[in-house]
């Protein structure tokens, strides 16, 4: 006969495998659940009892049809935490706020520049934060950092080109003053997650701003390497594109604010202005040189276009496809992203709901807390 100690055990991994399964059902019956888990009626409702109590569930009144008792249904509660994605670049800083679901209930946006005081850029990713707690009226359970540069495991930044005084930033325990997790990865990165997340399996994702980069995502799973700098090329002299904005920012204006200059350049080629349209192409040209070097090693089915020039592929599409036909032996399926400037911030937040789950719904952990407002893990454990 098990043991005490191998009931409660039992009983955990029931609690989280129920719990699973109405989170990934959306709105589920008990009948359903039973057939689903392979446990019986009895301890099912049990557990459905006990994680309505504690706040992760919610019981739906049943509609009342003919005769008998209506069908009980359960649906996890979506709004019992909430996650922040952040994006801190040399130029903005970007913030998204998000349910247990992934839904984006909120979103800010902060100006800086790439010779913001490293405490100044921190203030206002704080104030990010903040206003987008407000504007969904929640309490931040968690905040996943996406940022410029390269990333060590522990949250620390190791190397920034874009930002003077980044490198050395632990950001992981910066934002865990005021959260109860924090996790931080390289933008790039994280804006491929966010694709990912939409169903990409097999890419290269082509990372076009201000600021430029590589990420890869191979057999449904996105490719950091060992030291979470894979398709990182920033280093690379031959490729070039670091000073590749400058092409779209010579076709404007000089009194145009630098922030705005690419976008205009992409405009007045949208409206057949010769030198912005060469200007595109000579941007597009060094695009593809580092896009090129990526697909000739992995052979994806699917390059992606992401980023907040992505808003522009209309007229940077045809550009680039055109040099990655040039460049390579067999070019694979392109496709703008309909993330736009928010995607690396969306991909923070996708990194930070899979810390949530690691945290609280993995099969390895103890017992489900019960919910308070804005508290991750309380009771502490």
């Known amino acids: ?60 009144s049943p509609a009342i049809r003919g005769r008998g008792r209506p069908a009980r249904s359960y649906r ?3 709004d019992a935490g909430y996650v922040v994605g952040l994006d801190i670049g040399a130029y903005s800083v970007r913030g998204v706020l998000t349910d247990l679901n992934g839904q984006t209930l909120a979103n800010q ?11 100044d850029r921190l203030a206002a990713a704080d104030e990010v934060v903040a206003a987008c707690a407000r504007e969904a009226g929640a309490e931040v359970w968690a905040i996943g950092v996406g940022t410029t540069g390269l990333v060590d495991p522990g949250g620390t930044v190791v190397r920034a080109n874009a930002i003077p005084d980044w490198a050395g930033t632990d950001l992981a325990e910066y934002f865990g003053r005021s959260a109860r997790l924090v996790v ?16 990409a399996t ?32 920033s280093a690379l002299r031959g490729v070039a594109w670091e000073a590749a904005l400058e092409h779209l920012h010579a076709a404007v204006p000089a009194d145009v604010p630098e922030m705005d200059k690419a976008e205009r350049a992409f405009a007045a080629a949208r409206n057949g202005d010769r030198a912005a349209v060469n200007a595109v192409r000579k941007y597009a ?21 992401g980023g907040a020039f992505s808003q522009s592929a209309d007229v940077l599409m045809e550009p680039l496809a055109a040099e990655l036909d040039r460049l390579c032996p067999r070019v694979p399926e392109l496709q703008a992203s309909s993330l736009g400037a928010l995607c690396v911030a969306l991909g923070a937040c ?6 949530v789950d690691e945290r609280l719904l993995a099969r390895s952990r103890g017992p489900l807390p019960t919910l308070a407002a804005g508290s991750l893990d309380s009771p502490k454990r």
Do not use: K
Request: proline content about 3%.
């Open 1 to 60: 006969m098990p043991d005490a100690g191998d009931q409660t055990r039992l009983r955990q991994l029931n609690e989280r495998a129920i719990l699973a399964a109405v989170r990934s059902a959306g709105d589920v019956r008990v009948a359903q659940i039973v057939e689903q888990s392979g446990l019986g009626r009895t301890a099912v409702e049990e557990v459905l009892s006990s994680l309505v109590g504690r706040r992760w569930l919610v019981e739906e």
């Open 76 to 78: 996890f509660r979506a």
């Open 109 to 119: 946006r902060q100006s800086v520049t790439p010779e913001t005081p490293r405490l």
């Open 184 to 199: 931080v990865d390289n933008d790039s990165q994280l804006a491929a997650l966010a694709e990912q997340r939409r169903g």
């Open 202 to 233: 097999d890419m290269v994702f082509l990372h076009a701003g201000r600021r430029t980069g590589l990420a890869l995502v191979l057999e449904g799973r996105l490719r950091r390497g060992a030291y979470g700098a894979a398709a990182d090329m």
């Open 285 to 305: 040209r060094a695009m593809a040189v580092a896009a090129a070097t990526a697909i000739s090693i992995v052979d994806p089915r699917l390059l992606v276009l």
């Open 350 to 355: 996708s990194l930070a709901l899979d810390t």
